[in-house]
């Protein structure tokens, strides 16, 4: 039971670049997350799925395109890094979207030069 | 905004003391959630408090929740060096998406 899952752990990008961060979680959860952390600005929502076939918004999603790819993966792509997206980026999962427990990855570091 | 708040940024005390963490936050809320993160690491889910309670207690960790005051407290017993980490509140409100949402976070050290 590996929890959930992602990559690259690491990546540096060139503006202008795209890329696709991957996750997956085998605890069999409906909802999934994907966060960025910023030193002083703890973590902001990118995009949720609450159930397989649905996606929102969070609170800071432009630049984003997520795809909820079945129940187990949740993918973050970057169309066209810009500097302003380096971060560490989490992709997390619960069982319901209702303010359960929610469980992180590891993160992912991703710098844009 | 932040929906959570804590106080305050930064906390280092000497092994073996108490540390307290308070999370302040703005709406009514469903349930509110401390997590700990390690350097480098992801966050780990330390205990939950749902608005119909008052205090909980997981070991060494006791949480209380004020929500007059719209506010909790994370108290850590005994502090060991390896309670080292940042701890977050998180908040879910009993408004529109019940989404959790992370404050800014207090970088607790432990001193041995």
């Known amino acids: 039971n590996a929890g959930v899952t992602q990559t690259p752990k690491f990546q540096v990008l060139k503006t202008g670049q795209s890329m696709t961060l991957q996750c997956a979680q085998d605890?069999?959860?409906?909802?999934m997350y994907w966060y960025r952390q910023d030193p002083g600005m703890g973590l902001r929502l990118i995009y949720y799925s609450a159930s397989e076939g649905t996606t929102d918004k969070g609170e800071v999603p432009n630049g984003y395109n997520v795809s909820r790819l079945n129940k187990r993966e949740f993918s973050l792509r970057l169309e066209s890094a810009a500097p302003s997206q380096t971060s560490v980026y989490f992709c997390?999962?619960?069982?319901?979207?209702?303010?359960?427990?929610?469980?992180f990855g590891e993160g992912s570091w991703l710098t844009v030069v | 905004s932040q929906q959570g708040e804590e106080d305050p940024q930064a906390l280092s005390i000497q092994e073996g003391e108490n540390a307290t963490m308070n999370c302040s936050y703005k709406t009514s809320i469903n349930n509110l959630q401390w997590y700990r993160q390690n350097s480098g690491r992801g966050l780990v889910h330390l205990i939950l408090i749902r608005s119909n309670e008052r205090e909980k207690h997981s070991g060494r960790l006791r949480v209380t929740l004020d929500t007059s005051k719209k506010s909790s407290s994370l108290l850590i017993t005994a502090s060991r060096a390896a309670d080292t980490a940042s701890y977050f509140c998180a908040t879910v409100s009993i408004q529109g998406a019940q989404k959790l949402v992370f404050g800014q976070g207090t970088r607790l050290t432990i001193n041995p």
């Open positions: 997390a999962s619960s069982e319901e979207i209702s303010g359960n427990t929610i469980y």
């Open positions: 605890m069999n959860h409906n909802s």
